[in-house]
Nanobody, 115 residues
Framework: QVQLVESGGGLVQPGGSLRLSCAAS????????LDWYRQAPGSQRELVAR???????HYPDFVKGRFTISRDNTKNTGYLQMNTLKPEDTAVYYC?????????WGQGTQVTVSS
């Protein structure tokens, strides 16, 4: 069983930055794709960044140039660097690890962008 634990959320002013972390247990981390999703109240969960085991990344247009996903397979940890944050980025952020050996989600971390 793989467990994912997010950290790094909090309250930040518009224009500020946060770095989220996703720590994974087990030994499958490097072989699987890591995603970050977010869900705001009353909205559907949406993908904000993806990184394959190979390091290939994907971003939707609404975060391109502001968010950067990365991973350290030696530490079984993924990261989401978020810059130039906007109030509309306020949401619970979840990491997801998926691939041949399963599909796993973390419990989420709250990000609030407000002055």
């Amino acid at each position: 069983q793989v467990q994912l634990v997010e950290s790094g959320g909090g309250l930040v002013q518009p224009g500020g930055s946060l770095r989220l972390s996703c720590a994974a247990s087990g030994s499958i981390f490097g072989a699987h794709t890591l995603d970050w999703y977010r869900q705001a109240p009353g909205s559907q969960r949406e993908l904000v960044a993806r990184i394959a085991g190979s390091g290939t990344t994907h971003y939707p247009d609404f975060v391109k140039g502001r968010f950067t996903i990365s991973r350290d397979n030696t530490k079984n940890t993924g990261y989401l660097q978020m810059n130039t944050l906007k109030p509309e980025d306020t949401a619970v952020y979840y990491c997801r690890l998926w691939g041949y050996f399963g599909d796993y989600w973390g419990q989420g971390t709250q990000v609030t962008v407000s002055s």
